[in-house]
């Protein structure tokens, strides 16, 4: 099992940036797929930003230029960068992890949201 734990939310204005952080813990593979889904108040969950062992990503289009995925393998974190943050970015933003190999399989598990492991998620506010 592995044990996430998100940081860094918060409540931004319109055109702000946060920082998010996962620290990763437990049973954690050397092949894997990570990364984030938010859900917004009375809104379905959605995936934001992926990133697998090798450094490959998965953003979609409409975050693209505003929301940049990184990670410390030294330190296990992993990091969302979200500049020009609007009010429809708020939400609780998830931290999910699992042992998948390959990019085209971290892709796959980005868009049926099938990960094993979740965090309890960080609160992003942005007010107008």
């Known amino acids: 099992q592995v044990h996430l734990v998100e940081s860094g939310g918060g409540s931004v204005e319109a055109g702000g940036s946060l920082r998010l952080s996962c620290a990763a813990s437990g049973r954690t593979a050397t092949t894997y797929c990570m990364g984030w889904f938010r859900q917004g108040s009375g809104k379905e969950r959605e995936g934001v930003a992926f990133?697998?062992?090798?450094?490959?990503?998965i953003i979609p289009g409409a975050l693209k230029g505003r929301f940049t995925i990184s990670q410390d393998t030294a330190k296990k974190t992993l990091y969302l960068q979200m500049d020009n943050l609007q009010p429809e970015d708020s939400g609780m933003y998830y931290c999910?992890?699992?042992?998948?190999?390959?990019?085209?399989?971290?892709?796959?598990?980005?868009?049926?949201?099938?990960?094993?492991?979740w965090g309890q998620g960080t609160q992003v506010t942005v007010s107008s």
């Open positions: 990133i697998n062992d090798l450094g490959g990503t």
């Open positions: 999910v992890a699992d042992a998948i190999v390959g990019f085209g399989l971290c892709v796959v598990a980005a868009g049926q949201g099938v990960f094993n492991n």
